[in-house]
């Protein structure tokens, strides 16, 4: 399994940006399709963005397109999620993860590697 370390999370105004990271480790970053997903108190976790092994192709949920990109470099192993004109409804715990294969999948049940999560909280 890949090793996944977020960073990055912290106390936001809403309207402010912030940009979090997903450092990779023990295996070959390049062969993970990586995405970030999301868990708020007493809510199921739900999918934010993924994108493909080379960067190109990205998914996103409807509620943060346009605010949000995610980004990935390949010689550095690690993933990104900016997040612009946050919202309060965007505090939660995010997560990233990983997992071996071609497709850009939303289902949290398609990965099989993640990190410990780092927490975003935007104030209103």
């Known amino acids: 399994q890949i090793q996944l370390s977020e960073s990055g999370g912290g106390l936001m105004q809403a309207g402010g940006s912030l940009r979090i990271s997903c450092a990779a480790s023990g295996r070959t970053f390049s062969n993970y399709v990586m995405a970030w997903f999301r868990q708020a108190p007493g809510k199921e976790r739900e999918f934010v963005a993924a994108i493909s092994r080379d960067g190109i192709d990205t998914s996103y949920t409807d509620s943060v397109k346009g605010r949000f990109t995610i980004s990935r470099d390949n010689t550095m192993d690690t993933v990104y999620l900016h997040m612009n004109a946050l919202k309060p409804g965007d505090t939660a715990a995010y997560y990233c993860?990983?997992?071996?294969?071609?497709?850009?999948?939303?289902?949290?049940?398609?990965?099989?590697?993640w990190g410990q999560g780092t927490q975003v909280t935007v104030s209103s």
């Open positions: 993860a990983g997992r071996l294969g071609v497709s850009v999948l939303s289902s949290p049940s398609a990965y099989n590697s």
